[in-house]
């Protein structure tokens, strides 16, 4: 289903703004790449593979849940490489959550993700080239993950040479093109309950898919929310469980 501006997947909505925050402590190191603040979580040394995970953040940026996420990337074997392109100004310095009016009384939310829409779309193929052209080997393999705001810039890459494969979760900005135009495979990742992409518009997404032969994988969980698979709270098993099932197979791990 797609609405009145052409979106499958709607713009980041109030959906966007709740979950949980978690515990833990990111290991990655920052730097510049690009002109973009970007994090670098490595990969032990015993367990490098030599391939490398570039990570679109939603609209929360750089905030704990999803450094820990690229952490486990790293764990995996893969050196896990995302930027900023919010530049140090994510969605949560102005609402703590979709009910919360006093954190920024003026904020303007639409305003926000059009300038940084605007930015992003102009600076993520730039930061990509750079980031393989200072990490990227002969033999290295390139994969995305993208959630919420960052699965454009997935189907983006995996409409050209850099990547191998891409995954998204729960993703929003998503247009007809953005599956037409893929070249390598696709794994969605996504809830059963997701305002912003809903039961028709992943159907019409599968549909535009398997029509034009292209190669993909879904997921989709019952009773998880948008955000299930960076925001979900840790003390509910299901949501845990389900959380870290998009990881694994966002990373290749069985």
Known sequence: MTDANGYIAKP???CCLKGSLHDGEPRGRYETIAGVNTYISSPPADK???NIVLYFPDVFG???NGLLVMDGFAEAGYLSIGLDYFRGDPVYLHRKDKNDTTTDPGFDYEAWKAKHTAFADEATPGWVKDVKAK???STTKFACVGYCFGAPYVCNELAGDTVTAG???HPAFLKDHHFHQLKKPLFLS??????TFPPESRNKAVDI???AGKPYQLQVFSGVEH???LRCNLDNAYERYAKEQASDLQSGRE
């Open 48 to 50: 490098a593979n030599g």
């Open 227 to 229: 955000g299930f698979a």
């Open 12 to 14: 980041s909505g109030e």
């Open 190 to 195: 996504c809830s059963e309950i997701d305002h």
């Open 62 to 64: 750089f905030f704990t």
């Open 209 to 211: 898919l398997q029509k």
């Open 167 to 169: 995954a998204f979760a």
């Open 135 to 137: 990490y990227g080997k």
